[in-house]
């Protein structure tokens, strides 16, 4: 119906433009007629498709916990709008693009994802552009909330490399078969930059496996990180590397670029019914830069439109010796050690109990109550709390488009 209104107010256009005495019937039936097939193809030709959130999150700690939920309502933090457009330049290459806003960046739109794709057929595949990285089973759903259970992905796991999501890279991809699983190996090398470091010679391997209800995954990424000048971490590490300087752990200062190491493994089980989910990474970052193992269990079962499910989570620095320097007596420089244990050392364990409605096609609304514990440390408060515990409940509408 669309393109028939184009057509039909393009006539008179088409009559001015042309003379007075060449305006037949025939000949202005072929003009419509070609554009119409114009639109046509360039209606095959280009695919939108796009997601949005709507949620409410709440803690009964005032202390701030993972990017701004306290105590108080807060409409912004699960609120989120995203476009994807893929314009198929023909049958092998495309363009493809995703612009995200989110309530917590007060709604600014930037593009997650940029990039140009090409098919060479057999399986195998490029991509050149900006990227979401390979890092977890869920990477290319991240800001999807209806492609997941929960209300939002684990932060023990999910966490650990969220500010660093999207990088500009070259991609290779092959798809195979292995007997009754479908599999792809993935190559990536890039540069990704955040507000607080830049990370070069970015290098990411997965391999992915699945056979229609068992899903396994294993992933591996490395680079060389460094830290902007002039920001607020900056800042905080250099009173930390001043401390460290004048104690027994002298050699544990972070300067200059240091290699991060970052592996995961997954699995995921769903056969229809029956969900069964968990993941496993790891962090190594030379010097006082934390090093950490994260993982999630997750199981939920379907009934009719409902999954009622329990996640269980942890997270942990393990290498918090590297931060224990043996008190000097002098206050600047052993508060400058506390200080280091306290931006750094964590440990958080959550039990989340939630439960998803499929209410129409497309649209799913989920409740979940999550109980957190994170002892002396800061887990993923933005400091160490007075209170070591939170309850947090949040709720979302999850939309597909």
């Known amino acids: 119906m669309a393109m028939k209104q184009i ?9 001015a433009a042309m003379p007075t005495q060449a305006i037949t019937v025939e000949q202005l039936n072929k003009q419509v007629q070609q554009m119409n097939k114009r639109i046509a193809e360039q209606d095959n030709k280009l695919r939108i498709n796009g997601f949005a959130s709507f949620g409410l ?8 916990y993972h990017r701004g939920i306290t105590d108080e309502a807060n409409f912004r933090r699960y609120t989120k709008a995203g476009i994807q457009m893929t314009f198929n330049i023909d049958d092998s290459t495309s363009v493809i693009t995703q612009l995200v806003s989110k309530g917590e960046n007060d ?3 930037k593009a997650d994802w940029l990039y140009l794709k090409h098919s060479f057929g057999n399986g195998l595949s490029a991509k050149v552009g900006r990227l979401r990285k390979p890092n977890y089973l869920l990477s290319e759903f991240f800001d999807v909330g209806y492609a997941m259970p929960w209300t939002q992905p684990p932060v023990e796991v999910y966490g650990v490399l969220e500010d660093s999501a999207n990088f500009e890279a070259v991609d290779l991809t092959y798809d195979f078969e292995i007997g009754d699983w479908s599999a792809y190996t ?6 990704s930059e955040t507000e607080t470091a830049i990370s070069k010679d970015l290098l990411a ?15 591996y990424s490395q680079a060389d990180a460094s830290l902007k000048s002039g920001t607020t971490l900056a800042t905080q590490v250099a009173g930390i590397n001043a401390a460290l300087a004048a104690t027994d752990k002298s050699d544990e200062q972070l300067t200059g670029s240091q290699l991060g190491v970052f592996y995961g493994l997954a699995a995921m089980y769903d056969d229809g019914d029956l969900v069964l989910i968990s993941e496993f990474n790891s962090l190594t970052v030379d010097t006082i830069f934390p090093d950490q193992d994260g993982y999630y269990l997750m199981g939920g079962y379907r009934i009719g439109q409902w999954m009622p499910y329990l996640t269980l989570a942890h997270n942990e620095t393990t290498d918090d010796d590297t931060r224990n ?9 052993d508060g400058g050690v506390a200080a280091a244990q306290a931006a750094f050392n964590k ?4 039990t989340a109990l939630g439960v998803r409605y499929d209410w129409k096609p497309g649209v799913a609304v989920k409740v979940q109550y999550d109980m957190v514990d994170v002892g002396d440390t800061k887990g993923e408060f933005a400091a160490v709390p007075a209170e070591d515990t939170a309850n947090i409940l949040s709720i979302t509408i999850d939309t597909v488009f």
Not at 9 to 14: R, T, Y
Not at 325 to 333: D, K, L, M, Q, Y
């Open 7 to 15: 057509a039909c107010a393009a006539i008179p256009l088409l009559m």
């Open 57 to 64: 999150v709440q803690s009964d700690n005032e202390a701030s």
């Open 107 to 109: 709604f600014d739109t």
């Open 186 to 191: 993935q190559f990536q090398y890039g540069r």
């Open 205 to 219: 391997f997965n391999l992915s496996m699945n056979n229609g209800t068992l899903t396994l995954r294993a992933g």
């Open 325 to 333: 320097a043996t008190a000097t007596g002098n206050p600047a420089v």
């Open 347 to 350: 440990e958080q364990d959550r």
